[in-house]
């Protein structure tokens, strides 16, 4: 596996995994571990996905939109539980204003993140640590 391979699985590892990354508006003692978990898979893949497609600049839209539709394509069930989920809007919610800032910035400043994003989805249908890591999410989403 190469050393890039290897930093993303990592960094998704991390982002996705984590469960000391986010802070929410939610009240934090009052949900379930699982259900802490649940929000988090699903805030993490939001931006990773949708919110990081609205941070893109115009001429990036329409290729991150292909990877996208391959992610669905490849893991539907669990892009269902993704968009279905109680967490949705609340994902969506607590990103808006970070997609409201980027957006004012240059395209050329906002590409390493959309090309990171491009780059984390792929790995997630491409690569056999990535397939596991949505494998593990899909298990703890259904939970």
Do not use: W
Request: glycine share 4%; proline share 2%.
């Amino acid at each position: 596996m190469k050393v890039a391979n290897i930093l993303q699985v990592l960094i998704l590892t991390i982002l996705f995994l984590n469960h000391g990354l986010e802070a929410g508006v939610l009240n934090m003692e009052r949900i379930s571990k699982v259900e802490k978990e649940k929000r988090h898979i699903v805030s993490r893949m939001y931006q990773a996905t949708y919110g990081m497609l609205q941070i893109c600049p115009d001429k990036e839209i329409d290729s991150f939109k292909k990877i996208i539709a391959k992610f669905e394509e490849t893991y539907p069930e669990f892009s269902k539980l993704l968009n279905e989920s109680e967490y949705h809007q609340y994902a969506v919610d607590n990103m808006a204003r970070d997609i409201a800032s980027e957006r004012k910035k240059s395209d050329k400043a906002r590409m390493p993140q959309c090309s990171f994003g491009k780059s984390m989805t792929k790995s997630l249908i491409d690569t056999d640590s990535g397939k596991k890591s949505v494998k593990d999410m899909l298990e703890k989403l259904q939970k």
